[in-house]
């Protein structure tokens, strides 16, 4: 009798803080998502980099011995500036110098991955201007980039999603969920043959160095807005039309960043991806939901008691043959 007292109880209290729980549950999830992450990073990247660590080392020891009349510290500090160019988009080497990164596509370029939160950091600002110039550009550009997106994701969800569902919901009388889904996974697919599978494939062929991986990584790592920087196209000192080539990247990255949200809102508008997400929200108390309900009654009340009031004036103002008396005419008729 206890034990089936207790049980009842603890199930009571399970689904009263089912919201808590789940939660806690996600947090604890998402905190091993990130272990599990920086394990395998580690286990696979570590041994790498001691192999290229290795080979500086070597590649440095012999230029040493090659070069006797440079000391160590002399080298350190040639290397040291070359490395500090090349982290502001500066290469020494020849074949490189006759690319500018400020020139004006290069910076159309640049003012996409900031406003679009991408950040490449292959191209920085060099000067404390347009450092300064960055933070106030970027703090109202970047929500206002957002607001152009919602507005522009939600025009296009409308004709992309929402009406053929519904169409085949009425015309053909299929399932509005089991149609939704559908449509759902056949827009991923359209979405991902035609922002990564075919772009890596004219990447791999425009970028000497790049093989379909690599392309494919890129434009993931891009239209993600992660922008790690580690490839980016059109630095090749031999890129033939660098200008075009980076204005068609920069609407490639506009137009892509658009159909991914486009993809994620409409999977975000499956019914079973909302019930999911519901059992980790707060749900209201029964006193705020009470009080808004009271709140919305007497709202309701008061607005149909003014709108009976004046109904009533208006039809009195509209009765024909109906005059209005004053109180003295009133009382001098009763006097009389």
């Given amino acids: 009798m206890l034990q089936s007292l207790a049980g009842s109880s603890c199930v009571r209290m399970v689904e009263k803080h089912r919201s808590a729980w789940c939660f806690a549950l996600l947090v604890l999830?998402?905190?091993?998502?990130?272990?599990?992450?920086?394990?395998?990073?580690?286990?696979?990247?570590?041994?790498?980099?001691?192999?290229?660590?290795?080979?500086?080392?070597?590649?440095?020891?012999?230029?040493?011995?090659?070069?006797?009349?440079?000391?160590?510290?002399?080298?350190?500090?040639?290397?040291?500036?070359?490395?500090?160019?090349?982290?502001?988009?500066?290469?020494?080497?020849?074949?490189?110098?006759?690319?500018?990164?400020?020139?004006?596509?290069?910076?159309?370029?640049?003012?996409?991955?900031?406003?679009?939160?991408?950040?490449?950091?292959?191209?920085?600002?060099?000067?404390?201007?347009?450092?300064?110039?960055?933070?106030?550009?970027?703090?109202?550009?970047?929500?206002?980039?957002?607001?152009?997106?919602?507005?522009?994701?939600?025009?296009?969800?409308?004709?992309?999603?929402?009406?053929?569902?519904?169409?085949?919901?009425?015309?053909?009388?299929?399932?509005?969920?089991?149609?939704?889904?559908?449509?759902?996974?056949?827009?991923?697919?359209?979405?991902?043959?035609?922002?990564?599978?075919?772009?890596a494939a004219i990447f791999s062929v425009l970028e000497d160095d790049w093989n379909f991986l690599e392309s494919f990584y890129f434009c993931f790592i891009s239209l993600s807005t992660i922008g790690l920087g580690d490839y980016v196209p059109g630095e090749g000192y031999n890129q033939k039309f660098r200008e075009l080539y980076k204005i068609g990247i920069t609407c490639y990255l506009l137009l892509g960043l658009i159909a991914m949200l486009v993809v994620l809102e409409t999977f975000c508008e499956l019914h079973e991806l909302k019930k999911f997400r519901k059992l980790f929200y707060v749900k209201k108390d029964n006193e705020e939901d009470q009080v808004h309900i009271m709140e919305h009654d007497q709202l309701s009340f008061s607005s149909i008691s003014d709108q009976a009031a004046s109904m009533k004036d208006d039809q009195k103002a509209n009765e024909p043959f109906v005059t209005s008396q004053s109180p003295t005419s009133n009382d001098s008729s009763l006097n009389n």
């Fill in 29 to 199: 999830g998402y905190l091993l998502y990130l272990v599990f992450g920086a394990v395998v990073f580690s286990s696979v990247e570590l041994p790498y980099e001691d192999l290229l660590r290795q080979e500086l080392g070597k590649l440095k020891q012999r230029f040493l011995e090659e070069h006797s009349c440079l000391s160590e510290q002399q080298l350190e500090q040639f290397l040291v500036r070359v490395l500090e160019a090349s982290n502001y988009g500066v290469s020494v080497l020849s074949n490189a110098s006759g690319n500018w990164n400020w020139d004006f596509t290069s910076s159309l370029f640049f003012a996409s991955t900031v406003l679009s939160t991408t950040g490449y950091g292959h191209t920085v600002p060099l000067s404390d201007g347009g450092k300064a110039f960055c933070i106030i550009y970027s703090v109202i550009g970047i929500p206002f980039t957002l607001l152009f997106l919602t507005a522009v994701v939600q025009r296009i969800i409308v004709y992309v999603t929402r009406r053929p569902v519904l169409y085949f919901h009425i015309r053909w009388g299929f399932s509005k969920q089991v149609v939704a889904i559908i449509h759902a996974v056949v827009l991923g697919f359209i979405t991902v043959s035609c922002f990564f599978l075919i772009p």
